[in-house]
């Protein structure tokens, strides 16, 4: 048993109100300088849509992640080294501008500068690469612009249950549905964007388990972009580097959240420490069963407070305050103990680290508008397989298409809604429904606590990495843009601000390993 921590982080979809306050501030402090005008380390998508970039689901076509070969190991999608070497000056499998969108802004100046005149000036869209005018077509989250309608049939997950649910997925206004969905890199146990880059310049720390680019060794060869199948490597067009979302990993030593989770209005995010056994990563990966892909992943995670797994972390350099936080986790509460979490895409077997909590918003109103009583367990388990987001769809999202794992997470919600409803009505406790979701008083007690009602330390715990440079580390957490002068890939010197290096993160001897420390020693 091989001991390691992973940073993590789950998302409850019935809290999403597609906002995209996480989108924005992260734009502004990742993305927002030239090159990568088109990147959203965090978007939110609308389900059922195309997503971003188009069809990024649809790996027949942009060949992401891991598959099986006939011997029944893993293998990447994109082909051996062989084949990608073959292909290294040339890679079919990108997405180009138009997959993502031509990023736009507008002509504000011509309203303000115009002469005065009869006509009203008018801000037309302009490109934000070449400045020229530019036709809008498509963007970021353009499915919620239209509305899905027929967009909605275009959608990679919809095709492919076509055939098993007939005409259950429909677009007719009474039928449709669409819930929204969070989306950043998914730092996997299992990462094929670190396995596809020549270079070695991809890697995943071996404290936290973030998958990071290091800028001085990345040659630009892309095919780390079409290796990870949920397309949130870019390729920045002015430094010839590929970068991607760092989970805010300054903040993060700082004891912050990510700037997506610490801006969320509707407090729908939780990070926390997992605790797992890299040993049996591989194993867990290459199960023959997709549908087996989510127990064996759920299976790998490692209980803190066991006292074999504790010493063996301990023997594994993993520190007490560490081991205290992976005990106090909300993410392992949400995964393994109340097991309400479900990975996203388990099939591209990356082993995700980004959990999502399904949506259950509409079948409260959806029962009572039958006449029924909305809130009563047995009818609320009875609608469940009748929602307007149908669960096969939830199951081809989340758990490889097994419905089962959808199913019981959604009558845990339901569950809990009909105990609070009679305990916040004075009524007398109905544990039936607790009961049928194999709950107990005290566990629905602490999940609604957790999912309702939980703190800004509750919600995130977060281990400091260095309290000796806590005050630094904080400088430097309030501007972790790589946007600096002589920054990283951009070929100057390492530029020091409050005795943190900046231009070389991380600093150290350049490794090849998968693994590596935030000094960049090898492992």
Same mark, same amino acid.
């Given at each position: 048993?091989?001991?390691?921590?992973?940073?993590?982080?789950?998302?409850?979809?019935?809290?999403?109100?597609?906002?995209?306050?996480?989108?924005?501030?992260?734009?502004?402090?990742?993305?927002?300088?030239?090159?990568?005008?088109?990147?959203?380390?965090?978007?939110?998508?609308?389900?059922?849509?195309?997503?971003?970039?188009?069809?990024?689901?649809?790996?027949?076509?942009?060949?992401?992640?891991?598959?099986?070969?006939?011997?029944?190991?893993?293998?990447?999608?994109?082909?051996?080294?062989?084949?990608?070497?073959?292909?290294?000056?040339?890679?079919?499998?990108?997405?180009?501008?138009?997959?993502?969108?031509?990023?736009?802004?507008?002509?504000?100046?011509?309203?303000?500068?115009?002469?005065?005149?009869?006509?009203?000036?008018?801000?037309?869209?302009?490109?934000?690469?070449?400045?020229?005018?530019?036709?809008?077509?498509?963007?970021?989250?353009?499915?919620?612009?239209?509305?899905?309608?027929?967009?909605?049939?275009?959608?990679?997950?919809?095709?492919?249950?076509?055939?098993?649910?007939?005409?259950?997925?429909?677009?007719?206004?009474?039928?449709?549905?669409?819930?929204?969905?969070?989306?950043?890199?998914?730092?996997?146990?299992?990462?094929?964007?670190?396995?596809?880059?020549?270079?070695?310049?991809?890697?995943?720390?071996?404290?936290?388990?973030?998958?990071?680019?290091?800028?001085?060794?990345?040659?630009?060869?892309?095919?780390?972009?079409?290796?990870?199948?949920?397309?949130?490597?870019?390729?920045?067009?002015?430094?010839?580097?590929?970068?991607?979302?760092?989970?805010?990993?300054?903040?993060?030593?700082?004891?912050?959240?990510?700037?997506?989770? +610490?801006?969320?209005?509707?407090?729908?995010?939780?990070?926390?420490? &997992?605790?797992? %056994?890299?040993?049996? =990563?591989? /194993? $867990? *990966?290459?199960?023959?069963? +997709?549908?087996?892909?989510?127990?064996?992943?759920?299976?790998?995670? &490692?209980?803190? %407070?066991?006292?074999? =797994?504790? /010493? $063996? *972390?301990?023997?594994?350099?993993?520190?007490?305050?560490?081991?205290?936080?992976?005990?106090?986790?909300?993410?392992?509460?949400?995964?393994?103990?109340?097991?309400? *979490?479900?990975?996203?895409?388990?099939?591209?077997?990356?082993?995700?680290?980004?959990?999502?909590?399904?949506?259950?918003?509409?079948?409260?109103?959806?029962?009572?508008?039958?006449?029924?009583?909305?809130?009563?367990?047995?009818?609320?388990?009875?609608?469940?397989?009748?929602?307007?987001?149908?669960?096969?769809?939830?199951?081809?999202?989340?758990?490889?298409?097994?419905?089962?794992?959808?199913?019981?997470?959604?009558?845990?919600?339901?569950?809990?809604?009909?105990?609070?409803?009679?305990?916040?009505?004075?009524?007398?406790?109905?544990?039936?429904?607790?009961?049928?979701?194999?709950?107990?008083?005290?566990?629905?007690?602490?999940?609604?606590?957790?999912?309702?009602?939980?703190?800004?330390?509750?919600?995130?715990?977060?281990?400091?990495?260095?309290?000796?440079?806590?005050?630094?580390?904080?400088?430097?957490?309030?501007?972790?843009?790589?946007?600096?002068?002589?920054?990283?890939?951009?070929?100057?010197?390492?530029?020091?601000?409050?005795?943190?290096?900046?231009?070389?993160?991380?600093?150290?001897?350049?490794?090849?390993?998968?693994?590596?420390?935030?000094?960049?020693?090898?492992?």
């Amino acid at each position: 048993m091989r001991v390691m921590a992973q940073v993590a982080m789950v998302m409850n979809l019935d809290k999403c109100i597609g906002c995209h306050t996480c989108s924005v501030t992260c734009k502004q402090t990742w993305t927002n300088r030239d090159g990568v005008e088109y990147a959203w380390f965090n978007n939110v998508e609308t389900r059922p849509g195309q997503g971003y970039p188009r069809g990024y689901q649809d790996q027949d076509t942009w060949r992401g992640g891991w598959k099986l070969n006939r011997r029944g190991r893993l293998e990447l999608r994109g082909g051996g080294r062989l084949r990608r070497l073959w292909r290294i000056f040339c890679n079919p499998d990108l997405p180009t501008l138009d997959d993502y969108y031509q990023p736009w802004t507008y002509d504000y100046r011509n309203l303000t500068e115009a002469p005065l005149g009869e006509d009203s000036p008018v801000a037309r869209p302009t490109s934000a690469i070449s400045g020229q005018p530019a036709a809008v077509r498509w963007g970021p989250n353009w499915d919620d612009s239209l509305g899905i309608g027929d967009r909605g049939e275009a959608d990679p997950v919809i095709a492919g249950l076509r055939e098993e649910l007939g005409t259950r997925i429909r677009f007719e206004f009474e039928q449709s549905f669409m819930f929204y969905l969070p989306r950043i890199c998914e730092h996997c146990l299992n990462p094929s964007c670190v396995a596809s880059c020549p270079s070695g310049a991809m890697y995943k720390r071996i404290e936290d388990g973030i998958v990071l680019v290091d800028q001085d060794a990345c040659r630009g060869w892309r095919m780390c972009v079409s290796g990870c199948p949920y397309k949130k490597v870019y390729f920045n067009h002015r430094t010839g580097k590929a970068e991607k979302c760092t989970f805010c990993y300054p903040r993060l030593e700082a004891g912050e959240p990510t700037i997506c989770a +610490e801006t969320c209005v509707g407090r729908l995010r939780y990070i926390g420490v &997992l605790l797992y %056994d890299a040993d049996r =990563v591989g /194993a $867990a *990966a290459g199960v023959a069963d +997709e549908r087996d892909l989510y127990p064996a992943q759920r299976d790998l995670f &490692l209980d803190p %407070d066991d006292p074999e =797994v504790s /010493a $063996a *972390a301990s023997r594994a350099g993993i520190s007490h305050d560490w081991l205290e936080a992976a005990r106090r986790s909300p993410v392992a509460e949400l995964i393994q103990r109340y097991r309400v *979490a479900l990975p996203l895409h388990p099939e591209y077997r990356t082993l995700p680290m980004v959990w999502y909590i399904p949506p259950l918003s509409p079948v409260v109103n959806a029962v009572a508008e039958t006449g029924f009583d909305g809130e009563n367990h047995g009818n609320l388990f009875g609608a469940i397989d009748a929602l307007r987001i149908p669960v096969e769809y939830l199951a081809a999202l989340f758990t490889a298409g097994d419905p089962e794992p959808v199913r019981a997470a959604l009558r845990k919600l339901a569950a809990m809604r009909c105990y609070m409803r009679s305990v916040n009505l004075d009524e007398p406790a109905n544990t039936e429904p607790l009961e049928a979701a194999g709950l107990t008083e005290r566990d629905v007690a602490s999940m609604y606590r957790l999912l309702a009602l939980a703190r800004y330390d509750e919600r995130y715990v977060i281990p400091t990495a260095g309290i000796g440079e806590a005050h630094d580390l904080e400088g430097l957490a309030t501007t972790c843009s790589l946007d600096t002068e002589g920054g990283p890939g951009m070929g100057g010197a390492p530029a020091s601000r409050g005795g943190t290096e900046l231009a070389s993160w991380p600093t150290g001897t350049r490794p090849d390993g998968l693994f590596r420390t935030s000094s960049g020693e090898s492992t």
